[in-house]
């Protein structure tokens, strides 16, 4: 069970991210008109304000969440990534100020009637939308990878089928991201099925992906293979030739696959006990459950 500290700050963040990501629909409706976007600007500025100290509370309480299983370098791997999070945050509460100050909309009551008289242009709407979305893409991303190290904190492991959580996986909403094709290929059925805490595996084969991916493999192809230990070993890279016919083929979202996220996944790899093997060139990555 997570501490009542870290829950209520990974909560008061889920909830700040939430709001970002209504204002990003809001801005992209044609129901919503000029004066509605103004009016709304003030209330958003405060939240995505109050968004930047809920991620440093969160951070500080991660730390204290890790500080009992004394695992610094966890605690490092998720505050690196929600650190980004929250200068990514303060940019877009600097520039809704910005925004709602040159709409006139300083606050309430007549300062908020005259925004709603001028509302907001259609170049300057076209900017924000973008801008708050890329500011909700980069907090859904952080917080997912936060959350994947929060869960080493409380693993539970139990029979899996590597298949089915690719499959659940590919049904996940994929909104504003990029989807990739996945083939997937099992010479052993028995492969397939591991034991492990589903939160972690399904956040490492997502990771691992995105890590080949970034380094330019464009179709990655996953392998299943049963060792004479029994221990079963997926490997993800670029298609072998000799490797015959791909036995699933599934679009799956395309998480980030940079730095930060390689040292969650190499975190959260350790604490589950799954052992986890990047190719020099960053191309390949092996797991070993």
Do not use: K, Y
């Not at 939240?47 to 370098?73: H, K, M, N, Y």
């Not at 709407?125 to 904190?153: F, M, P, Y």
């Not at 034991?195 to 956040?203: K, L």
Request: aromatic share 2%; with cysteine; net charge neutral.
């Amino acid at each position: 069970m997570l501490g009542e500290r870290l829950a209520a700050a990974l909560g008061a963040a889920r909830d700040g991210a939430a709001g970002i990501e209504s204002f990003a629909h809001l801005l992209g409706s044609r129901r919503v008109g000029p004066r509605g976007v103004a009016l709304a600007l003030p209330e958003v500025c405060e939240g995505s304000a109050t968004l930047v100290a809920a991620l440093e509370s969160l951070s500080a309480a991660v730390r204290d969440g890790f500080a009992e299983p004394a695992d610094p370098a966890a605690a490092d791997a998720a505050c690196a990534v929600l650190g980004h999070a929250g200068v990514e945050a303060a940019r877009l509460t600097e520039e809704l100020s910005r925004a709602a100050a040159g709409g006139g909309a300083r606050g309430r009551g007549r300062g908020e009637r005259g925004a709603a008289e001028r509302g907001v242009d259609a170049r300057q709407r076209l900017a924000l939308e973008a801008s708050v979305r890329r500011t909700a893409r980069e907090l859904s991303g952080a917080l997912r990878l936060s959350e994947l190290v929060i869960a080493t904190l409380d693993l539970r492991p139990t029979p899996l089928d590597l298949v089915d959580v690719l499959r659940n996986w590919s049904a996940a909403p994929a909104e504003g991201r990029p989807v990739v094709r996945l083939m997937i290929v099992s010479q052993d059925s028995r492969a397939n099925e591991v034991e492990g805490d589903v939160r972690a595996v399904s956040g490492l084969l997502e990771l691992a992906v995105g890590m080949v991916s970034a380094a330019g493999v464009a179709g990655p192809h996953l392998s299943v293979s049963r060792r004479p230990d029994g221990r079963s070993t997926v490997r993800i890279a670029e298609r072998d030739p000799r490797g015959g016919a791909s036995a699933v083929a599934l679009d799956v979202v395309l998480r980030d696959g940079g730095e930060r996220a390689a040292a969650v996944a190499r975190v959260v790899a350790r604490r589950a006990r799954i052992e986890l093997a990047e190719a020099a060139d960053g191309r390949a990555v092996t797991m070993t459950f």
